[in-house]
């Protein structure tokens, strides 16, 4: 079956400094991935989506490269802001139809940014 | 902008008690889901429903039961409540199957006692 490893627990991070937020995937089909974003008492909304060729999908300033290879699709920003503190999710659909398309969450992350 | 609408957005209730969540969505979708997420924060599917249609129906215990009335509207009962049941249950919605982007509602916290 799908399953979405990705970085477990608490990512804490001074303002300013890089984030990279691992996500690693199980697939018997066709996976598309996904980074959905919770921020505290909101609902979850989508980030980035992966792309089927090689474009990087990028949206505000955070983007995932989708490499098959590994079966990966980290999530990165340049630099944090206050703001990008939240609950992070990397998710998996199988587009071929297995598992009846059903979106398979990874345990998430929880993003701390700190001045 | 708020296009999914759950109610009520907090239940507090007894152990073997029944409870409905309405959830509908505005955005015109044929796709409609519950999730549960409990209190560590795991989000699983629970049902989805695809032109009114299940579509998916992972392993809950038999006493939730998703009910559709049209494609706008999904909602959830729980007939007799277990202390496990204690989770934020969040409605989602997308324009299809596989690819596309899900949209959730608030959701709705329930607390068993």
């Known amino acids: 079956g799908d399953s979405v490893t990705q970085t477990e627990g608490l990512v804490t991070l001074t303002e300013g400094l890089p984030v990279m937020l691992n996500c690693t995937y199980q697939?018997?089909?066709?996976?598309?991935l996904f980074w959905y974003v919770q921020h505290l008492n909101e609902a979850p909304k989508l980030l980035l989506k992966?792309?089927?060729?090689?474009k990087r999908p990028e949206h505000q300033g955070f983007h995932a490269t989708l490499h098959k290879s590994s079966s990966s699709f980290h999530l990165q920003k340049s630099s944090a802001q206050l703001s990008d503190s939240a609950l992070y999710y990397c998710?998996?659909?199988?587009?071929?139809?297995?598992?009846?398309?059903?979106?398979?969450f990874g345990k998430g992350t929880l993003l701390t940014v700190t001045p | 902008e708020t296009a999914v609408f759950q109610t009520p957005n907090y239940h507090v209730t007894q152990v073997g008690n029944e409870v409905s969540f309405n959830c509908k969505q505005t955005?015109?979708?044929?796709?409609m889901y519950w999730y549960k997420q409990d209190s560590k924060k795991l989000l699983k599917i629970m049902f989805s429903?695809?032109?009114?249609?299940?579509?998916v129906n992972e392993t809950v215990p038999r006493r939730f039961s998703p009910q559709s009335s049209d494609k706008a509207h999904l909602n959830l009962r729980i007939k007799s409540v277990e202390p496990e049941d204690s989770a934020v249950y969040l409605c989602?919605?997308?324009?299809?199957?596989?690819?596309?982007?899900?949209?959730f509602g608030p959701g709705t916290r329930l607390t068993v006692l």
């Open positions: 989602a919605s997308s324009s299809g199957l596989g690819a596309y982007e899900q949209y």
């Open positions: 697939s018997t089909y066709s996976p598309f």
């Open positions: 429903y695809n032109n009114k249609q299940l579509i």
């Open positions: 955005l015109g979708h044929d796709t």
């Open positions: 998710a998996l659909s199988d587009v071929s139809g297995g598992s009846n398309y059903k979106l398979t």
């Open positions: 992966s792309f089927t060729d090689n």
